[in-house]
Nanobody
Framework: VQLQASGGGLVQSGGSLRLSCATS????????IGWFRQAPGKEREGVSC?????????????YYADSVKGRFTVSRDNAKSTVYLQLNSLKPEDTAVYYC?????????????WGQGTQVTVSS
């Protein structure tokens, strides 16, 4: 079972990035897939989630943290076993390592499987 986040990079304030979470080894359709981020010296923050058929939040339903609502969009392509996070109107405070997991904010169970993160850096 693997999840691998990619698509991070360095972008100017106001710019955009699209993160991908490629999954393998399990049927992604069933699972909620969440995005989390952690900035240096800060606690991990739940960013977004998209529901799976057997998940907690409901098939296809989405969650966004208030800090990203209206700027980030989560989507899933079950045929490609991939979840996407579109980041628009980026701000320096969005700088963090972004992770995807089979867990969902705002109340993750702590039992999810996590992938390696991808660094997003937003310059002012």
């Amino acid at each position: 079972v693997q999840l691998q986040a990619s698509g991070g990079g360095l972008v100017q304030s106001g710019g955009s990035l699209r993160l991908s979470c490629a999954t393998s080894g399990f049927t992604m359709d069933y699972y909620d897939i969440g995005w989390f981020r952690q900035a240096p010296g800060k606690e991990r923050e739940g960013v977004s989630c998209v529901g799976g058929t057997d998940g907690r939040i409901g098939d296809g339903r989405t969650y966004y943290a208030d800090s990203v609502k209206g700027r980030f969009t989560v989507s899933r392509d079950n045929a490609k076993s991939t979840v996407y996070l579109q980041l628009n109107s980026l701000k320096p405070e969005d700088t963090a390592v972004y992770y995807c997991a089979t867990d969902c904010p705002p109340r993750p169970t702590g039992r999810g499987i996590w992938g390696q993160g991808t660094q997003v850096t937003v310059s002012s």
